[in-house]
């Protein structure tokens, strides 16, 4: 006896289709969020409303001719060298905030001290992890605003 193909096979077959893309679009949007930390801009607007602000600061800036280096040191304080032509920049002056890329722990404000060697030195120790550094580095006029990971 052979069966037939019915209304009921049909509906069955759409609703364990549907109810399979439903639960992956679920699963990766729960996976998204729980990654996502944040965005990249709060407002597109104003964000494309200080471009061509923002393209004139960073052309000022690599005018200056600076070249940091970013680093951790074993207790995991961030350590900055600032150099100009191979040679380190004196007298400059460094503020700072460390990020979690995600969000995931609070924010740490940093400050630092000139070392005997030149080498600025946070007065800060970071977590173990991935951070950002946002620093502000000042010499007189002249501000470096750097964005970068450490590890």
């Given at each position: 006896m052979t069966r037939s193909?019915?209304?009921?096979?049909?509906?069955?077959?759409?609703?364990?289709?549907?109810?399979?893309?439903?639960?992956?679009?679920?699963?990766?949007?729960?996976?998204?969020?729980?990654?996502f930390g944040g965005t990249v801009v709060d407002n597109s607007y104003v964000a494309s409303q200080n471009y061509n602000r923002?393209?004139?600061e960073a052309d000022t800036q690599a005018k200056l001719g600076w070249a940091p280096k970013v680093s951790l040191d074993p207790a995991r304080r961030v350590k900055l060298i600032i150099l100009?032509?191979?040679?380190?920049v004196a007298n400059v002056a460094a503020a700072?905030?460390?990020?979690?890329?995600?969000?995931?722990?609070?924010?740490i404000p940093l400050t630092f001290t000139l070392t005997s060697n030149g080498t600025l030195l946070a007065n800060?120790?970071?977590?173990?992890?991935?951070?950002?550094?946002?620093?502000?580095?000042?010499?007189?006029?002249?501000?470096l605003k750097l964005d970068q990971p450490v590890q």
């Open positions: 193909f019915t209304g009921w096979h049909m509906a069955a077959i759409l609703v364990a289709f549907f109810g399979v893309v439903v639960a992956v679009n679920l699963i990766m949007a729960r996976y998204a969020i729980d990654t923002w393209l004139a100009k032509d191979g040679v380190p700072g905030v460390a990020i979690h890329p995600l969000g995931r722990a609070a924010s800060q120790d970071l977590p173990i992890g991935r951070w950002r550094v946002q620093l502000s580095l000042r010499k007189g006029a002249d501000i």
